[in-house]
């Protein structure tokens, strides 16, 4: 399996044996998914598959599957749908953020236009309806609904929280909605097409919603603390950007007069170079980091302590190990 893949699978040569071998037929039923007889959609929906990926979410539902039966027909499909539409949002988001890059290779959007790049993610999501009409109603139904969560996390993210709202919580549920969903039907969907146990399938589920929080606000503490040695992205792209994330948040709600200057720059437009490291500097050193780390690590416990609770098998160390390495990546 690739090496991107965050799983410590050492724990059991035949689990990660089964792994391997299973992701490479769902990287092959992934390529024939993207085929088409029109030259440039093929090329446009081959665009981000052959860049490559972690293939995290593929993986967590082959992953989920060892808790009933993991050679169960639905299982390698439903791990093709849920990258197909990962991907299909990667499309998409691009041409939102107006992005120039995506996974070290020219965008979609750049290389073609915004309207290719727009119809190449709507491929996609077709392309994983076909897929998912050979697993069930019920399949259909989870996925539906994910969908529907990741629209309004992002509708959610673009409009920004109501004049009454807390901007915590209003940032917490668009990370539950844009990125935790879709990682939460990933564990569902792996669990119920092998005919895992309900409360195993419920189980899996919620713990999956919370490791995919904490990979989002882990990735929001890396965005700040990392070098781009260690990340191989830009430091602080958050605050160039103007997106309140955990650290800043934290921030923006202290009364501290000591922190009267950071509150300035982060309601500042930073696409200044000298205003963005003065902001990515302090903001590195403040207290704010510790906090949003000690976030972090509750939501990870929390993950923690359900899957403790499934069946001891080499499936459940793996996962568990993710909830160590989604702490450990940031220091």
Known sequence: MSSGVPFDLSVDAA????????????????????????????????????????????????????????????????????????????????????????????????????????LTGDYLFARASDLLADLGPQAVRIQARAFARLVRGQIAETSGP????????????????????????????GALLAGAPQQVVETITSACEKIGVAFQLSDDILDIASEFEQSGKTPGTDLREGIRTLPMLHVLSSTDPADARLRELLCQDLTDEELH??????????????????????WAEDARAELLTLPDIPA?????????YVVSRTG
């Open 15 to 118: 689990l990660a044996a089964d792994m391997r071998e299973r992701l490479a037929v769902v990287e092959e039923l992934l390529v024939q998914s993207v085929t088409s007889d029109d030259p440039l959609l093929a090329e446009a929906s081959k665009h981000l598959v052959e860049a490559g990926g972690k293939r995290f979410r593929p993986a967590l539902v082959l992953l989920a599957s060892h808790f009933g039966d993991p050679a169960a027909a639905g299982v390698v499909p439903a791990a093709v749908v849920v990258e197909l539409t990962h991907l299909a949002t990667l499309y998409h988001d691009d041409v939102m953020d107006e992005a120039t890059v995506r996974r070290g290779e020219e965008s979609a959007n750049v290389r073609w236009t915004n309207t290719v790049a727009i």
């Open 316 to 324: 459940r160390a793996a996962l568990t190990g993710l909830c160590d």
């Open 277 to 298: 490291a003065e902001a990515l500097a302090l903001l590195r050193a403040h207290p704010a980091m510790d906090r949003a780390r000690e976030d972090l690590r509750r």
């Open 162 to 189: 109501a004049p009454d709202a807390d901007p915590l919580e209003h940032y917490l549920q668009v990370v539950a909605d844009k990125t935790a969903s879709l990682i939460a039907v990933s564990g569902h969907l």
